[in-house]
């Protein structure tokens, strides 16, 4: 049983660009969030999509985006890219939105020159 | 608002030694608690979960944690620490929103050295 994948494991790019990450969920789960690791901090909730909607948002401004697929992967669109978007980005999947257990992927690790 | 605040940002026990590792929370509802691990370069892991049930938890390789509504914490014990148990450590509450969906909210985390 595969678990929560991400692609790809390591990103470096320069300021102004623009990343595109992506998740696929554990088998049989069809909800994912993303959260975002800065060094030495806590992850932080980005948004979550559920039936190809995004359900909740965090505290992120709108260069933040993503999309959910019908199989139920999703990507996390960033643009503009600052130095401060620099970090360890989760995807974790789950059964359903309205549920407390959710399983984590290993991250992408994204690197702003 | 649901938030945790973990109490130590370092913590270093030798090799056999009991681990603590402290976790208050703040939440307008009864919440649900959880611990994961996070070893370097690896994704987190859930080490137990509180959802009103138990309120002594036991996870996995030997970590328990105690559910204590009076004291509004939720802190995380080892009788002995093993060498691999190093890692950081977060304390995480679960805010859900009815028909909306759920988020995570985690601590700033804590560092475990272990020393032989």
């Known amino acids: 049983d595969a678990g929560v994948t991400q692609s790809p494991t390591h990103l470096i790019k320069t300021r102004g660009q623009q990343v595109t990450l992506r998740c696929s969920p554990k088998s049989g789960h069809d909800t994912v969030s993303w959260y975002q690791q800065a060094l030495g901090q806590g992850p932080q909730f980005i948004f979550q999509?559920?039936?190809?909607?995004?359900?909740q948002r965090g505290n992120f401004p709108d260069r933040f985006s993503g999309h959910q697929f019908p199989n139920y992967s999703s990507e996390l669109n960033v643009n503009a890219l600052l130095l401060g978007d620099s970090a360890l980005y989760l995807c974790?999947?789950?059964?359903?939105?309205?549920?407390?257990?959710?399983?984590f992927g290993p991250g992408t690790r994204l690197t702003v020159l | 608002a649901q938030s945790v605040t973990q109490l130590d940002s370092h913590v270093s026990v030798s090799e056999g030694t009991p681990v603590l590792l402290r976790c208050n929370y703040s939440?307008?509802?009864?919440?649900?608690l959880f611990w994961y691990v996070q070893h370097p370069n690896k994704g987190l892991q859930l080490l137990l979960k509180?959802?009103?049930?138990?309120?002594l938890v036991k996870g996995i390789n030997g970590f328990e944690a105690e559910f204590k509504k009076s004291e509004t914490s939720f802190h995380l014990t080892k009788p002995s620490a093993h060498m691999s148990d190093a890692a950081e450590y977060f304390c995480?509450?679960?805010?859900?929103?009815?028909?909306?969906?759920?988020?995570?909210?985690f601590g700033q985390g804590t560092e475990l050295s272990v020393k032989p």
């Open positions: 999509y559920y039936e190809e909607e995004e359900r």
């Open positions: 509180y959802t009103s049930a138990a309120t």
């Open positions: 939440s307008s509802y009864s919440p649900s």
């Open positions: 974790a999947s789950s059964r359903g939105p309205v549920t407390h257990e959710q399983f």
């Open positions: 995480v509450v679960s805010s859900l929103i009815s028909n909306q969906g759920g988020k995570l909210i």
